[in-house]
């Protein structure tokens, strides 16, 4: 129904914009409140379960390298999928001689955050970075780049090729797993992470600043 009406009411502007005459149309529309909806919780996902969500994840192939360090650091900082795949090599920051540091991460509204990279991320994107993008990184790269042409530089993975891969990986989890969803999308390991970080004692107000939101409940 909703959704409906918000077509209507698309339709009706577009037309009071031709024709003055269905303007008090477009304005009666806007009178017209929402149906509400029930908000549905996020489906729980274990630490055991993540676990095993990597474990399936083929590492001797260079994809599938790629998709371990992807959902690796996604999962470790909870970050939006877009987040991840705008990241540039210049965004990391690593400390000298070891291998934390922290990500500037830039996330809805242009809003940045600097969650840290802990040593065992550190070690992993790292390896993938010396893998992919070679010993003198160019800094304006993405980190995640599609391999489709040549040239691609300039041209970062899409959110729906992500979005199947994590659906693959999460099948084949699933027949290891039955807790694992068979179907997982990316922002599952964002709510994952969260929900996780509470289990190991972390406060509400440190959460709501590491996963960026500006609303202390909707953390």
Same mark, same amino acid.
Request: with cysteine; aromatic share 8%.
């Given at each position: 129904?909703?959704?409906?009406?918000?077509?209507?009411?698309? *339709?009706?502007? /577009?037309?009071?914009?031709?024709?003055?005459?269905?303007?008090? %149309?477009?304005?009666?529309?806007? +009178?017209?409140?929402?149906?509400?909806?029930?908000?549905?919780?996020?489906?729980? @996902?274990?630490?055991?379960? @993540?676990?095993?969500?990597?474990?399936?994840?083929?590492?001797?192939?260079?994809?599938?390298?790629?998709? /371990?360090?992807?959902?690796?650091?996604?999962?470790? &900082?909870?970050?939006?999928?877009?987040?991840?795949?705008? $990241?540039? &090599?210049?965004?990391?920051?690593?400390?000298?001689?070891?291998?934390?540091? /922290? @990500?500037?991460?830039?996330? +809805?509204? #242009?809003?940045?955050?600097?969650?840290? &990279?802990?040593?065992?991320?550190?070690?992993?994107?790292?390896?993938?970075?010396?893998? *992919?993008?070679?010993?003198?990184?160019? =800094?304006?790269? *993405? $980190?995640? =780049?599609?391999?489709?042409?040549?040239?691609?530089?300039?041209?970062? $993975?899409? =959110?729906?090729?992500?979005?199947?891969? @994590?659906?693959?990986? #999460?099948?084949?989890?699933?027949?290891?797993? #039955?807790?694992?969803?068979?179907?997982?999308? %990316?922002?599952?390991?964002? !709510?994952?992470?969260?929900? !996780?970080?509470?289990?190991?004692?972390?406060?509400?107000? #440190?959460?709501?600043?590491?996963?960026?939101?500006?609303?202390?409940?909707?953390?």
């Amino acid at each position: 129904c909703n959704h409906r009406l918000s077509c209507l009411r698309s *339709f009706l502007h /577009y037309l009071s914009a031709r024709d003055i005459r269905f303007l008090a %149309c477009e304005l009666e529309a806007r +009178k017209v409140k929402k149906m509400r909806t029930p908000k549905t919780l996020p489906e729980e @996902i274990s630490q055991e379960a @993540i676990a095993n969500l990597f474990k399936v994840i083929d590492q001797t192939s260079p994809k599938g390298r790629r998709d /371990y360090t992807l959902f690796y650091l996604m999962y470790s &900082i909870a970050a939006r999928i877009d987040e991840i795949l705008s $990241l540039k &090599i210049k965004d990391l920051h690593f400390e000298k001689g070891v291998d934390t540091g /922290y @990500i500037e991460v830039t996330g +809805k509204g #242009s809003k940045r955050r600097t969650p840290p &990279i802990l040593q065992d991320v550190g070690k992993v994107l790292k390896a993938y970075i010396r893998m *992919f993008h070679g010993d003198k990184p160019n =800094q304006d790269a *993405f $980190l995640f =780049q599609s391999n489709r042409v040549a040239t691609s530089e300039s041209l970062k $993975l899409t =959110q729906s090729a992500i979005d199947k891969r @994590i659906k693959l990986y #999460s099948s084949l989890a699933h027949a290891v797993d #039955s807790s694992v969803p068979p179907k997982m999308h %990316c922002h599952h390991l964002r !709510h994952a992470r969260a929900s !996780h970080w509470l289990e190991q004692g972390l406060d509400l107000v #440190s959460i709501q600043r590491l996963m960026g939101h500006a609303d202390i409940n909707t953390t």
